[in-house]
């Protein structure tokens, strides 16, 4: 099994249309981050259990999350389908479920945006030949201005109410996985998923979109922004690599740590799994003990953390969680570490560190040789 | 397999999941290693992968969708984020001439 070197978990063809479909609704939200960071640490700052806190700027809080967030979003997704065009016709688009809902409406936003892209798209393509010279403009404007139009009033209608049953359903299932306390267990499903390069269509696919929703209640935060970016289950893989893993990797290890914990791309772990998958026992453990401890003490992330760096969690935890945070960043990053060095044999006995990982690392080596000797021609090295 | 002479190679991109993160930091760290050489290196999301690119490196998790978006492209997979002997070589090949096989 720890041969395998590359995620095989499904039939190659679902786990990249998996891959894909992730990518796409993240693709939606991630090159918004910014707007999400922006607005975090604007309701952080001066909603009344602030750090400074401040009526007249906190209005900021509520239009921000209620109309700029999912207007970026659905922008976004209609310019991933129809380039400007399907930008600005999935921000009308948009707008109706907006004004037709009571919940934030990412996941309408989510849907609208392409779908509203998609209809001009099928309609530009269906009348590209056939306008009249000189109209191609009057045309242009008015198919986004009567589409758009038409789509935000469905919006409204329709879409709008139906998404806020789907995202309010979806919402108290959430809580009452928090109020049941099996919340960790999302660690079972979170970690493996990760490093299938699931990472980003998990936390900005869904939880995003979930945490947005709870993070507009009172309390002004949402558990949900911890999940898959705590960077404390990484950490504890990459400390267990650096003091009982193969030889010849343990010098990569500080390097890693660093882009890891403090620069925030979780990326950089997943290799050190893949080569010896029965270490995903690690992160899910760390995963979930540090959601324990998080959903024990209540805390939460006043915006999505991304990248998922340490310092993405101390900027975004409102005043009052930092015990809680760093106590769950610091008990995922411990459970990792342990059940990840007990996984490695400590560095030691029958199963010495250097077996799998280290002979596969230089078969690959090997191979890539002999590939390069074959492929490069003379004198190419 | 398509495959490329070195000397052929304009632009090199190097692609992940969403082209913000692990693709950016490889790309400036390949960059600095083809510091001289005229290949422009630039970093994108994999399904997105430029139409004039003439070689790309992706995580072999990320592989096949490269190969979807991508199917006459040169793809070279790799595993580790530093120090893969699969990036080091496409390097080497820029710089000191050589075929890059997908």
Redesign the interface.
Known sequence: METT???TVEG??V??TI??IG??L??MV??NIGAFIAWGLITAAFIPTGWIPNTKLATLVGPIITYLLPLLIGYTGGKMVHGQRGAVIGAIATMGVIVGSSVPMFLGAMIMGPLAAYLLLKFDRAFEDKIKSGFEMLVGNYSIGIIGGGLALLGVWVIGPVVTHLTNWMGSGVHSLITHHVIPLAAVIIEPAKV??L???INHGVLDVLGGAAAKGASHKSILFMLEANPGPGLGVLLAYWFFGPKALRP?AP??II?HFF???H??Y??YI??KPRLILATICGGAAGIAVFSATGVGLVAPAS?GSIFAFITETPKGDYIGMFLGVIVAAGVSLIVASALLGFGRGPDVSDSEALTDAQD??RK??A??KI???T??? | MP?IESTDVKKLVIA???G???SV?LASNVKKQLKGTSVIVEHT???HIPADADVVMC????A??AR?TRPDMVIVPF?????D??VT?VI??IK????I?G
């Open positions: 070197f590359t995620p190659a063809g786990k990249a891959q894909r990518g796409y993240a693709g991630m090159p299938l390069f990472n980003n269509a990569s390097g890693a882009i620069g925030g791309i990326e950089i997943f290799p893949l080569m990248p690959r080596n890539a040789k590939e390069s492929a490069v021609p004198g190419a090295l | 495959s992940c999941d969403a913000m993160g692990s930091m999301p994999v399904d995580h072999a998790g990320l096949e969708r979807k595993r580790l984020f530093m120090g002997p699969a070589k080497n090949a000191n001439g050589g075929t096989d």
